[in-house]
């Protein structure tokens, strides 16, 4: 256990060393949330009305969707460069690959939706600024970097990886997602934490699940 | 050489044991049932023409392929169930270097090292670039490395923990005439040292000159064992292309 959470720290410090001089994945996904909240920006009308009603879909569509191209590329790039190997060589635990490179993709996704909100605020007038939304996006970020670092995993050894990893990760990741949603629609609505209280529950209970079991599953996906 | 291997007094009495491994991919039979035996301090050449098994049977020590079928016991243990020791006893040179191409060959170590649970290894790292001949190379990124300089670093990295056992598929591969003088003097030192090398390449010649034993593989099957001291290159290649049998 000691051991593979070394590999595993080993593996995340790595993984940001690498984005830190390459930029590479951060570069790409944030360019693609940008696109995608300027498109949300033409397609519908910003009066306050709307924005009230499609503003949490904007947000998460934005972050998921940005989320899976992170999540592709954790393995993507240790395939293209044949360093997989290199970690499935380490004498650890194969649950240390998981729980680095899940730390890697929660941090990627995590400064970019930090990076995001300004946009929000810019394009939509659209504050995310609260402890409350900030606790609500790192639930839903662990909730499907979860589930999104095993089906990645997965993904990676496939032809058509870019096509399998959503249709995989999205039916599984919908609670969570569902629950981010009804969380930042209750508090854009001005709602607290007694509203977004089940809304917390749900996220924390499905982190903890997918955590668990995907920790275990991970072994048996790296079988060649 | 620096570079041998300790192997613990504790080592069993061979490095390799295995009996009627067998690996299937598919309709594609990779292994078809193979025994080899291998003691400690010992080279073993492993040759087969392209497809003849030599990267799955490689692959299976190095616990990167699980058998479908039979026994293997490395530096003895199982590689199915004791798969972190023997990942941790063994060192693996594949056909890609295995090597960030953002990172230096320093931090590349570094990285090896931290996962391999290794103290105190600045010393050792500069030390084993300098002895692959990379020193001046420690703190470029390894994008910026030719082949050959890259193959360098591998070798350091496979031998960074001091490895028992040293598996080298194809690792010729890039080397200048100067690089593989460095290879054959590696191999040398690890088995000089008490380790054991297993040494897939389709360079006969040099294999026969490196190697203490010789193992044929033909079409997943183990079609001759011998010592390399009974060999030529005629009758090598011979085993290899089938002729004669």
């Known amino acids: 256990m000691r051991q593979s ?35 949300f920006n033409f397609a519908f009308d910003p009066s306050p009305q ?31 460069r044949g360093t997989l190997e ?17 730390g890697g993709a929660l941090t990627v996704m995590l400064v970019v ?6 946009v929000f605020l810019f394009l939509y007038d659209l504050s995310l600024f609260s402890p409350l939304l900030a606790a609500t996006a790192v639930l839903a970020t662990v909730g499907f970097g979860a589930v999104g670092t095993l089906f990645a995993a997965i993904a990676v050894h496939t032809r058509s990886r870019e096509v399998l990893l959503p249709v995989l990760f999205l039916p599984l990741a919908m609670p969570v997602i569902v629950g981010a949603v009804g969380a930042t629609t209750a508090l854009l609505g001005g709602g607290g934490l007694a509203q977004v209280n089940p809304w917390f529950q749900l996220m924390a209970a499905f982190d903890l699940a997918t955590l668990m079991v995907c920790s275990w599953a991970f072994e048996h996906v790296l079988e060649e | 050489m620096r570079t041998s291997a300790a192997p613990s007094p504790a080592l069993p009495a061979e490095a390799l044991s295995l009996e009627g491994v ?25 040759f087969g023409h392209n497809g003849a098994g030599k990267s799955t049977l490689l692959r299976v020590l190095a616990t990167l392929v699980r058998p479908d079928a039979g026994t293997a016991l490395v530096a003895g243990l199982d590689p199915t169930r004791q798969a972190s020791a023997v990942r941790a006893a063994i060192g693996y040179v594949g056909h890609a270097p295995l ?14 090292a931290s996962l391999f649970r290794l103290f105190d290894t600045p010393a050792r790292i500069a030390g084993l670039l300098e002895e692959v001949g990379a020193s001046a190379y420690a703190h470029r990124r390894v994008r910026t490395l030719s082949n050959g300089m890259a193959k360098r670093v591998a070798l350091a990295r496979a031998l960074l923990h001091r490895p028992a056992l040293l598996l080298l ?10 690089g593989l003088r460095l290879l054959d003097r590696l191999i040398a030192a690890v088995a000089a040292g008490g380790g054991a090398v297993v040494l897939s390449t389709h360079d006969l010649e040099r294999g026969l000159r490196v190697a203490d034993e010789a193992l044929v593989l033909r079409r997943g099957a183990v079609a001759l064992t011998a010592p390399t001291g009974t060999l030529d290159v005629t009758s090598l290649e011979a085993a290899v292309s089938g002729e004669g049998s």
């Open chain 2, 22 to 46: 067998r690996k299937r991919y598919g309709a594609t039979a990779a292994l078809t049932g193979v025994d080899l035996r291998l003691g400690w301090g010992t080279v073993l050449g492993l």
């Open chain 2, 99 to 112: 090597l960030y191409d953002d990172l230096t060959p320093t931090e590349n170590l570094a990285f090896a």
């Open chain 2, 169 to 178: 598929d194809e690792p010729e591969t890039g080397l200048d005439a100067d």
């Open chain 1, 50 to 80: 709307v924005l009230g009603l499609v503003a949490p879909g904007i947000v998460w569509v934005a972050y998921v969707f940005t989320g899976m191209l992170g999540l592709n590329r954790t393995f993507q790039l240790e395939r293209d």
């Open chain 1, 86 to 102: 290199l970690l499935l060589l380490a004498p650890a635990g194969r649950e240390a690959i998981y729980w680095g490179k899940l």
């Open chain 1, 5 to 39: 959470l070394r590999a595993a720290w080993a593996i995340y410090r790595k993984d940001l060393r690498v984005e830190l001089r390459t930029r590479e994945t951060v570069g790409s996904v944030l360019v693609f949330a940008v696109v995608t909240a300027f498109i």
């Open chain 1, 113 to 118: 939706e930090a990076l995001m909100a300004p």
